[in-house]
């Protein structure tokens, strides 16, 4: 791929089946000086040809077509050239197309129909983020004291978990001075590359492959850029590869991450397993997260005793509300009372906001910064980074002393 030089334009290749679509979507790009549309495909078989010839910066590719369609066009192009910036348009929002449009090496994902604003600003951040992937990483290790680990924790999938770790990380990188890094410790079903929009050039199986990666040499290369400030080691891209990633890989990531970053955000699985409990032993804070319904108050409660027979002091945890003013939620008071202790912060319920910016892959801190639910972020980033307490002392034997009480 060759890289832009001065006033050049980006060029662009349009695939879609149907020709009016390809029309419109050029008439759109065309009110930008910026874009130039080089060439139109009505197949994933056409797509490839044209890019094998063509070689544009950007592919708009369409999902649903007869023969090779967009997902199998895309892993062709994906492999046969790394450097292809390829977004995939689709009138299907849903989470799984997502993830599979990704998977097959897709670096944006467009949701039909979609406006002009919309769709330049795809491609332009498409192809943006294509050079930045392009330049060499390198992180100079923070001259001063070890960064803050901050583990986002829960006992039950679905409370907004993910959410709350990827805005919680961006309002700080916004905020805060120095890197932020964020780690998906989710190794099975990790999404945080996928709410920032993210094309991760490796993930943490790659890093624990690569002996030279995990001693600090060549650490940098595994992460992905968000912006200037924020840094992502992504989960592996598929559920199997998470075998390869044990609890003393996490501690020595962690480990490396201290030197390189100011915060670190944790995101994880919910449930204790030996991975989960080694990002959980070397956090110095953890935001275990609640909603306001009866299970997830069954498993924080759960969850804190276990906690307190693993020897974390009430310090180290924070409890965080999310979806705090929903419909039919139990009474905040009420909760606390059963939990025994207070809400350190309520995140209010904002489900259109939240699963727009999901679906876009633009964290809600960035795109809807005056909504009260960013405000609730902001404020918690204002929480953690109060102070940088380390009460990260190692706990001997607490895999085993897990197992024994689960036992």
């Not at 790009?29 to 490839?48: Q, Y």
């Not at 727009?356 to 902001?378: D, L």
Request: aromatic share 6%; glycine share 8%; proline share 5%.
């Amino acid at each position: 791929m060759k890289e832009k030089l001065g006033k050049e334009q980006i060029r662009i290749l349009v695939v879609d089946d149907v020709a009016a679509t390809r029309e419109n979507i050029k008439k759109l790009l065309e009110f930008d000086s910026e874009l130039t549309v080089v060439g139109m495909a009505a197949s994933g078989d056409e797509a490839v040809a044209m890019f094998r010839s063509l070689q544009p910066d950007v592919v708009l590719m369409d999902i649903n077509m007869p023969g090779l369609d967009g997902i199998k066009a895309t892993e062709i192009i994906a492999r046969e050239y790394p450097g292809a910036a390829v977004i995939i348009m689709s009138v299907q929002g849903e989470q799984e197309y997502l993830r599979q449009a990704m998977i097959a090496g897709a670096k944006d994902y467009l949701i039909k129909p979609f406006g002009g604003d919309e769709l330049v600003g795809a491609v332009k951040r498409a192809y943006t983020s294509q050079e930045r992937r392009r330049k060499v990483i390198r992180l100079e290790p923070r001259p001063a004291e070890p960064g803050k680990v901050i583990t986002v924790f829960s006992t039950k999938g679905g409370v907004g978990k993910t959410t709350i770790a990827v805005n919680l990380a961006v309002a700080l990188a916004e905020r805060t001075e120095g890197r932020i890094g964020l780690l998906d410790a989710d190794l099975q079903f990790g999404d945080a590359a996928l709410f920032l929009s993210l094309l991760p050039k490796a993930t943490v199986a790659d890093l624990v492959r690569d002996a030279d990666g995990l001693d600090g040499r060549t650490f940098e290369t595994y992460m992905t850029a968000y912006g200037d400030s924020l840094w992502l080691l992504a989960a592996p891209m598929r559920p199997e590869q998470a075998e390869m990633v044990g609890p003393g890989h996490l501690t020595a990531i962690l480990k490396k991450m201290r030197n390189l970053f100011r915060y670190i955000i944790v995101d994880t699985a919910p449930l204790f397993s030996d991975p989960m409990l080694a990002v959980l032993d070397a956090a110095d804070e953890i935001l275990v997260v609640s909603t306001a319904d009866l299970p997830a108050i069954k498993n924080v409660k759960l969850c804190l005793s276990i906690m307190e027979s693993l020897g974390y002091g009430p310090e180290k945890i924070r409890l965080v509300l999310n979806r705090a003013n929903s419909e039919a939620a139990l009474a905040t008071k009420e909760i606390e009372n059963s939990l025994g202790r207070p809400f350190d912060a309520a995140l209010p319920s904002d489900g259109r906001t939240v699963v727009a910016s999901v679906n876009r892959g633009v964290p809600f801190v960035v795109s809807h910064q005056n909504t009260p639910v960013a405000k609730g972020i902001f404020d918690l980033a204002r929480l953690v980074g109060r102070d940088d307490r380390h009460g990260n002392a190692k706990r001997s034997g607490m895999i085993d002393r897990l197992r024994r009480l689960l036992s």
